[in-house]
């Protein structure tokens, strides 16, 4: 049986003592939530920590309220399953709630939240292993080593962000609110991220999600999301579009917002396909090209499920198919090879 | 220098990892446990109250087999710790029977045959349970659906899919 | 006379086991604990060939907690599942062959600290240059590639070679020449349960262990040569198997180590491999490249067929020898082929073994074969259907390689799933993106020749009768969900005209049960039920009697139904099967019998005749519907239609779910299933995550066709159903992706890349090696011993 190692089992009486504690442990501490991720990684070594500071059972972190001042309240320890069936998300971001209703399985969104998934730690075929195979492999610079061993040359982490939920709050302009040891901050969600499998996070570690908040303007969009991987269940997103679009009366694109996860390290934003979209009215042709534009900026490497060169082409048909969708647009088969020929 | 203020608990379990009482409650029943604060529910369930019904496939969550039930919810044990389980009603596979009568489910994944090496049952089992509780008559697709969580290497699912159903309906034998 | 009306017979009843296995009443292997056990732990080679200077294990032996720590010296006997490649070692004692290999192993107090102690044990190895692929072990020349030294030609574990029939002369009667390659690509049993085995030694020098096995006699034999123990001083116990497919039929190390540790320490030792473990040890499906050359006639009969396949088998032999043949053998019971020449090798490769997998051996020729014939049909304008129609094998036939052919029900396959799929109205006229399949198959219902050649019965059943009219069957089989062990009761209640609730089923303790060879090769209805009745026939010669004499009426007129022995004529006239037991008992004594099963002898006995024997051929045929969209190549399977020739359904609810289970496992392969490894010989993704199973989303309806041919070798009729179904679904659902868009995808998985290529013409074709093959063993039917090859 694999098994944790042992640890200190914290659990935070609030959400401020909570961010006081990973203050004072330090490094050698990591707060945990639903577990779904952490638990995993701790038996598999990638996540070392001495000091388990659990969030699970904050009252601060629950809650869905759709009417606060500014706007959609999600509380970051809500699970998976609560957003991906709440009524007024399903009403107003359908998006967020296939996403949330896309991660892993069903027991697993019953216990992992909402929190956890926008901040899941990047994937990599070469690190998301046991501690036996990366020793075989050769530690990589994630863990324990100092090369990549998707790109030997990189500098970088190339490990892939692999959030359902996190492109889909991008595209809506969300915000994300800390709790720290100076208090509250807000920070679009946007700004949250960056491209480094190692840093992708741009919060401090003491910092701790306490919700999301989807601003008002983002009521009156249209929202999609689409998510490519092998099976229906369990598997993480190898190329997942958010896209959200505000449309006038007459049908002219106002503004629009696509994300790409799973191609990068981070949530990668196309606005070279929004620009084309946005002050017309989206037809075939535009969707063509910002569907063109947006495959130009994904980078899949060969460390996730699917073979990398299919899932760059499938980029374009996925954004395609995502934009169509919000504007209402039937698209047609590619007329490809004809059948074999008839006896 | 930044404040120490550390929790009593954090001193205890610095002195040698210390074991902890666990109160659980599981299939009705108060069980009263001392073990180490690392063990999942999963190797508690197994290896200190000695319910072995509940197996295990991977201990990661990517395969569904020692799914449980924590406060009415499809759950896996390997993922969730034995001190996150306390004031909770926990339910086993060997929980599912009520005075000594097999649950309606278990009933129908025998008259089905929807049992081959059965190692994977108990987790489809509670898994199923779950669905009816609060979807009596789910569709086919729905069956789909909530057991797409739990792998079988046996049966193809299908006879697992006709005995939730059976069940559902009623029509399952004693 | 044989019996066409049956009582318990193919009736759809409740497993034996089915409630405890509903009620988590069912103990697997991981379930057991023992007072005093010690925990176990493998130390595994990170390299995939090496040489191993040292090994120090002091520093872990001196761990507070640990009670044994033990290296290859302490087993240095050698084992292995075929008597002719006994090449593994418990621990490797000079080299590793694979990542994962292990090298120690320790018995401590908890398994934390077992895993604890392995950090503590220092092996220097000498790299060695690792070879990887079916091309780097036929190009090996240095010795330092070499990986085995027993074997002639560095890594040539085996290479065969038949020519049945003229094939020179078949080719030259043919109009057209086909000539195609394939690949397979391997894959892994992936059983939920991961491997576990328990070892008690004492207190009178005798060892017990309890194993998730599904040959417990083959490793009670390995146990015994390993640990230099008579096999009298052993008792194997095979808990029920948590899913097996193959995977858990060779003795394994973990289980030689935990019988060595429970020696070393006189206390119980567990093991539980972990799931990245488990695919470690795989002994799953090898990679297999396939040449195919076959000449038809231009109305699409066969003429002659030449076959080649090179097989990467891993580190180690495992079943191998049996595979390389299998991977040749069956082509020939499908349909009439009147030349046919084999060739194929088996190579070393610096991976996990490969072994026996659901099929064995066959599931790749067969994809080859079908997805081949599709091609011919299109290409000669004939349905594909019809091609295969026009020349089924005859019943009580005997095949160009000798194999001998009993009941085939291979047309009614054919055409029961045609109907039912209502192939004629969809073949070529779905819309682009959508289309369906056919493929057919057959395979063997047991092995005809054991694994160690010997003259005992391949199974062997023993009937206790209590005084109250209890009936215990013992049997060495194992059920691994099966249901072999409903099998039993079915086969002795329909014997006896009683419930099958009333029959005790005891299986797979070697102590206790006679042998049964194991859950392989889908021999366990057929030799186990044949040895039941066997047995239930001669307590019947001393039941009948003492019922006619207590009835006073002749034993002709008697039969056994109801629970009772009573009159065929005045049914009222009966007495009760526990009054009888008792009265039989009071005149002969203690009652019990035993019953023995060998399979038939086979036609041809040139070298290598003895894979594909079988008492008899099941068959199967089955069309696949689905949809592939070409812009992203994502297949949805709509339905499956299956049709299998079980001889007869002991159970329904038994074969469809033996049926279904294999169209499931048939599914993964084909779409997307693989055991791949990196450049370093690492495997790529030893998980359950990334080892892509299907679940209940992806797994399409399945329509299950029984066809009952009353096959005269089965009990009550009965063939194999375990594995034979998988084989069709395979080319398939190759097949019906040609008919969607008009793509071959000659290469297992079918992957959505692969579709994108080969739809934008960019998919390279197979790419097979040059190989010297040895001159071919020559036979045809009639004749007598063969040429004898060397190799």
Same mark, same amino acid.
């Given at each position: 049986m694999l098994r944790l190692p042992e640890f200190n089992y914290i659990r935070a009486k609030s959400l401020k003592q909570a961010g006081r504690l990973l203050a004072d442990l330090g490094p050698e501490a990591m707060a945990v939530a639903g577990g779904t991720d952490v638990y995993p990684k701790m038996k598999r070594g990638q996540f070392t920590p001495r000091h388990l500071v659990s969030l699970r059972f904050l009252s601060e972190l629950r809650g869905i309220r759709p009417g606060t001042k500014d706007g959609m309240w999600i509380g970051a320890g809500e699970t998976l399953t609560a957003v991906s069936q709440n009524p007024a998300v399903n009403k107003l971001f359908p998006a967020l709630a296939h996403a949330a209703g896309s991660v892993s399985t069903p027991q697993l969104r019953n216990v992992g939240t909402i929190g956890g998934n926008v901040f899941v730690d990047t994937r990599c075929n070469y690190y998301d292993q046991t501690f036996f195979w990366r020793q075989a492999?050769?530690?990589?610079?994630?863990?324990?080593?100092? @090369?990549?061993?998707?790109?030997?040359?990189?500098?970088m982490c190339l490990a892939v962000f692999s959030s359902d939920t996190a492109p889909v709050l991008v595209s809506l302009g969300a915000v994300a609110t800390f709790s720290g040891p100076n208090g509250l901050r807000r920070v679009l969600f946007d700004e949250c991220y960056r491209d480094d499998g190692i840093n992708f996070l741009t919060k401090q570690s003491n910092e701790v999600l306490q919700g999301i908040s989807i601003p008002r303007p983002a009521f009156g969009q249209r929202n999609v999301y689409l998510?490519?991987?092998?099976?229906?269940?369990?598997?993480?997103?190898?190329?997942?579009?958010?896209?959200?679009?505000?449309?006038?009366?007459?049908?002219?694109?106002?503004?629009?917002?696509?994300?790409?996860?799973?191609?990068?390290?981070?949530?990668?934003?196309?606005?070279?396909?929004?620009?084309?979209?946005?002050?017309?009215?989206?037809?075939?042709?535009? @969707?063509?090209?910002?569907?063109?534009?947006?495959?130009?900026?994904?980078?899949?490497?060969?460390?996730?499920?699917?073979?990398?060169?299919?899932?760059?082409?499938?980029?374009?048909?996925?954004?395609?198919?995502?934009?169509?969708?919000?504007?209402? @647009?039937?698209?047609?088969?590619?007329?490809?090879?004809?059948?074999?020929?008839? @006896? | 220098m930044p404040k120490r203020k550390k929790s009593s608990k954090t001193d205890a379990a610095q002195k040698g990892w210390a074991k902890r009482l666990l109160r659980l409650k599981v299939n009705g029943e108060i069980k009263e446990v001392a073990t180490e604060t690392s063990k999942t529910l999963l190797e508690v369930l197994r290896e200190d109250l000695n319910l072995t019904g509940t197996k295990h496939g991977c201990e990661l969550g990517e395969c569904g087999t020692c799914t449980v039930l924590i406060n009415g919810d499809a759950v896996l044990s390997c993922l969730v710790l034995g001190v996150e389980s306390e004031d909770a009603e926990i339910v086993t596979v060997e929980g599912l029977m009520r005075d000594s009568q097999p649950h309606p489910l278990q009933r129908a994944f025998a008259d089905l045959g929807a049992t081959q090496c059965g190692y994977c049952i108990p987790g489809i089992l509670l898994t199923a349970k779950v669905l009816l509780d609060k979807n009596p008559h789910p569709t086919r697709d729905e069956v789909r659906e909530a057991l797409s969580g739990n792998l079988c290497r046996c049966t193809g699912y299908t006879k697992i899919l006709e005995a939730v159903e059976l069940a559902a309906r009623g029509e399952e034998g004693q | 006379m044989r019996k066409k009306a049956f009582s318990v017979i193919g009736k759809p009843l409740r497993k034996v086991d089915a409630m405890a296995k509903c009620t988590g009443d069912t103990r697997y292997a991981d379930d057991i604990e023992l007072p005093r056990m010690l925990y176990a732990k493998l130390l595994r080679s990170p390299y995939p060939h090496a040489r191993i200077r040292s090994i120090h294990t002091e520093r872990a032996a001196q761990l507070e907690g640990v009670s044994a720590v033990i290296t290859g010296k302490d087993l240095p006997e050698k084992f292995g599942i075929m008597p002719s490649t006994q090449d593994e070692e418990a621990l490797a004692v000079e080299k590793v062959r694979y990542v994962g290999d292990p090298v120690a192993a320790v018995a401590a107090s908890s398994e934390a600290l077992a895993e604890q102690a392995l950090t503590l044990i220092d092996v220097d190895y000498e790299i060695l240059k690792p070879v990887l692929s079916i091309e780097e072990a036929l190009a090996s020349k240095e010795e330092s590639e070499r990986i085995h030294s027993w074997n002639r030609r560095a890594n040539i574990q085996k290479a065969v070679s038949f020519e049945f029939g003229d094939v020179v002369v078949g080719f030259a009667r043919a109009d057209e020449i086909f000539e195609d390659t394939f690949f397979f690509q391997g894959n892994t049993h992936l059983p939920m349960e991961q491997y576990c085995a328990m070892a008690q030694y004492g207190p009178q020098d005798k060892l017990t262990l309890w194993s998730s096995t599904q040959t417990p006699h083959y490793l009670h034999r390995a146990l015994s040569k390993v640990l230099g123990l008579p096999m009298s001083r052993i008792r194997v116990i095979a808990t029920p198997v948590g899913g097996g497919f193959g995977g858990k039929s060779d003795p394994f190390s973990h289980e030689i180590c935990v019988a060595k540790l429970a020696m070393i320490t006189g206390r119980p030792v567990k093991i539980t491999l972990t799931r990245e473990e488990s695919f470690y040890v795989h002994r799953g499906r090898h990679p297999v490249k396939m040449w195919v050359k076959t000449g038809v006639k231009k109305d699409g009969t066969l003429q002659a067929m030449h076959f080649r396949s090179f097989l990467d088998g891993g580190g180690y032999s495992s079943?191998?020898?049996?595979?390389?043949?299998?991977?040749?053998?069956?082509?020939?019971?499908?349909?009439?082929?009147?030349?046919?020449?084999?060739?194929?090798?088996?190579?070393?490769?610096?991976?996990?073994?490969?072994?026996?997998?659901?099929?064995?051996?066959?599931?790749?020729?067969?994809?080859?074969?079908?997805?081949?014939?599709?091609?011919?049909?299109?290409?000669?304008?004939?349905?594909?259907?019809?091609?295969?129609?026009?020349?089924?094998?005859?019943?009580?036939?005997?095949?160009?390689?000798?194999?001998?052919?009993?009941?085939?029900?291979?047309?009614?396959?054919?055409?029961?799933?045609?109907?039912?799929?209502?192939?004629?109205?969809?073949?070529?006229?779905?819309?682009?993106?959508?289309?369906?399949?056919?493929?057919?198959?057959s395979y063997i219902s047991g092995a005809g020749l054991p694994i160690y050649r010997n003259e005992m019965p391949h199974s062997g059943v023993q009937i206790r009768l209590d005084r109250g009219g209890g009936i215990t069957v013992f049997c060495g089989s194992i059920d691994i969900g099966q249901g072999s062990d409903s099998i039993l009761a079915y086969a002795v209640a329909e014997e006896f005209g009683i419930d099958p609730a009333d029959i005790r089923v005891v299986t797979a303790d070697t102590d206790l049960t006679p042998v049964d060879l194991g859950s392989y090769s889908s021999r366990v209805t057929v030799m186990t039920g044949n040895a039941a009745i066997q047995a239930c026939g001669k307590l019947k010669e001393i039941l009948l009697p003492v019922a006619g004499e207590a009835l006073e009426l002749p034993v002709d007129d008697l039969e056994m139904a109801e629970g009772q022995l009573r009159s065929r004529s005045y049914p009222k006239r009966a007495i009760s099967f526990a009054e009888c037991v008792e009265k039989a008992e009071g005149k002969f004594g203690t009652l019990g019998a035993t019953g023995s099963y060998s399979p038939p002898k086979h036609p041809a006995n040139f070298k290598g005749s003895g894979v594909g024997p079988t008492p008899s051929y099941s068959y199967t045929t089955s069309i696949v519907e689905l949809s592939c969209d070409p812009e992203t190549a994502d297949i949805k399977l709509h339905k499956i239609w299956i049709a299998h020739d079980c001889g007869r359904a002991f159970n329904p609810l038994l074969v469809e779910g033996q049926v279904e289970g294999s169209v499931y496992m048939a599914l993964g392969e084909v779409l997307m299933e693989e055991q791949v490894f990196r450049k370093s010989g690492l495997h790529k993704y030893p998980s359950i995550l990334e080892y892509k199973s299907p679940t209940t989303l992806e797994t399409p309806p399945i329509e299950t066709i029984l066809v009952e041919t009353d096959d005269p070798e089965g009990p009550f009729g009965a063939k194999e159903a375990g594995q034979g179904p998988l084989l069709p679904v395979i080319p398939a659902v190759a097949n019906a992706l040609y008919d969607a868009i008009g793509v071959r995808i000659d290469e297992i998985p079918i992957t959505p890349d692969k579709i994108l290529r080969a739809l934008e013409g960019r998919l390279k074709s197979v790419s097979v090696p040059w190989f010297d093959f040895p001159p071919p063993i020559k036979w045809q039917p009639g004749d007598g011993v063969g040429v004898q090859q060397k190799s």
């Open positions: 492999a050769g530690f990589c610079m994630k863990k324990d080593g100092d @090369i990549c061993l998707v790109a030997p040359k990189s500098k998510k490519l991987r092998r099976r229906g269940s369990f598997d993480f997103p190898v190329l997942g579009v958010a896209a959200a679009m505000q449309f006038n009366p007459k049908g002219v694109c106002l503004s629009s917002k696509i994300v790409l996860t799973a191609v990068a390290s981070a949530p990668v934003v196309v606005d070279e396909a929004a620009h084309l979209l946005e002050g017309k009215t989206v037809t075939r042709d535009a @969707i063509e090209a910002a569907a063109e534009a947006a495959a130009k900026v994904s980078h899949p490497v060969d460390n996730a499920d699917l073979d990398y060169w299919y899932r760059k082409r499938m980029t374009k048909v996925y954004v395609k198919r995502a934009l169509a969708e919000l504007a209402g @647009i039937q698209l047609e088969l590619e007329k490809g090879a004809v059948k074999p020929r008839q @006896i | - | 079943y191998g020898l049996a595979t390389v043949y299998y991977t040749g053998a069956l082509q020939t019971v499908t349909y009439k082929l009147p030349a046919y020449k084999f060739e194929g090798v088996r190579l070393f490769t610096n991976k996990p073994p490969c072994g026996p997998k659901r099929g064995h051996g066959t599931p790749q020729p067969r994809f080859a074969l079908e997805v081949q014939l599709d091609k011919i049909a299109e290409k000669l304008g004939i349905d594909p259907i019809d091609l295969r129609l026009k020349q089924l094998v005859d019943p009580n036939s005997i095949t160009v390689n000798g194999l001998r052919i009993s009941t085939t029900g291979l047309r009614e396959c054919i055409e029961k799933v045609a109907a039912r799929a209502d192939w004629k109205k969809k073949f070529h006229q779905l819309p682009y993106g959508r289309g369906i399949g056919f493929a057919a198959s």
